[in-house]
């Protein structure tokens, strides 16, 4: 026997084997295990994986099928979820922080000053509302500044704010 017809036969009796022994409770325990491996991955791919195996776990409990046609629904389900994602649900989770554009949003910003750096080397001020989900921050000036005197952000160094006395 030739080594393509003795594959041929391999390949007919591993998918005799998986169709006797792949149960309904063997998808659900992967797509238990793929949406849970999202927590430690970041992307949000793996959950549309998952879910699509859960939702084979549960129509191979209601329909007998081969494995062959579980392994085509299950890739297709998992691309109709990630595509339905990227397109439709994703584009509505926009960042609406200005998180990654922290000089332009604090820049020229205008604070009060509630701990005054005499005799450190920072102090604390406040905004009036507040700005990348703070109203606190912490400042270094190169001047003394005493409490309750305005001070205007110049740039930033870290955590702290560069300010001006104004």
Same mark, same amino acid.
């Given at each position: 026997?030739?080594?393509?017809?003795?594959?041929?036969?391999?390949?007919?009796?591993?998918?005799?084997?998986?169709?006797?022994?792949?149960?309904?409770?063997?998808?659900?325990?992967?797509?238990?295990?793929?949406?849970?491996? #999202?927590?430690?991955?970041?992307?949000?791919?793996?959950?549309?994986?998952?879910? =699509?195996?859960?939702?084979?776990?549960? +129509?191979?409990?209601?329909?007998?099928?081969?494995?062959?046609?579980?392994?085509?629904?299950?890739?297709?389900?998992?691309?109709?979820?990630?595509?339905?994602?990227?397109?439709?649900?994703? /584009?509505?989770?926009?960042?609406?922080?200005?998180?990654?554009?922290?000089? *332009?949003?604090?820049?020229?910003?205008?604070?009060?000053?509630? *701990?005054?750096? =005499?005799?450190?080397?920072?102090?604390?001020?406040?905004? /009036? =509302?507040?700005? +990348?989900? #703070?109203? *606190?921050? +912490?400042?270094?000036?190169?001047? #003394?500044? =005493?409490?309750?005197?305005?001070?205007?952000?110049?740039?930033?160094?870290?955590?702290?704010?560069?300010?001006?006395?104004?």
């Amino acid at each position: 026997m030739s080594d393509i017809s003795q594959s041929k036969g391999d390949a007919a009796i591993m998918l005799d084997w998986l169709n006797a022994h792949i149960a309904y409770w063997h998808w659900l325990v992967l797509g238990l295990l793929l949406v849970t491996a #999202e927590i430690f991955v970041s992307g949000f791919v793996l959950f549309w994986f998952g879910l =699509a195996a859960l939702l084979m776990g549960v +129509l191979t409990l209601a329909v007998d099928m081969p494995i062959t046609l579980q392994l085509i629904l299950w890739a297709a389900a998992s691309i109709a979820f990630v595509v339905i994602w990227v397109k439709s649900i994703k /584009p509505r989770w926009k960042d609406r922080s200005l998180s990654g554009m922290a000089a *332009e949003a604090l820049t020229g910003q205008v604070g009060l000053v509630l *701990e005054s750096n =005499a005799g450190r080397s920072r102090g604390k001020l406040k905004f /009036p =509302a507040p700005i +990348l989900g #703070e109203e *606190e921050w +912490l400042f270094i000036c190169t001047e #003394e500044v =005493a409490i309750g005197e305005r001070v205007k952000v110049t740039d930033i160094s870290g955590n702290s704010l560069i300010v001006t006395r104004i």
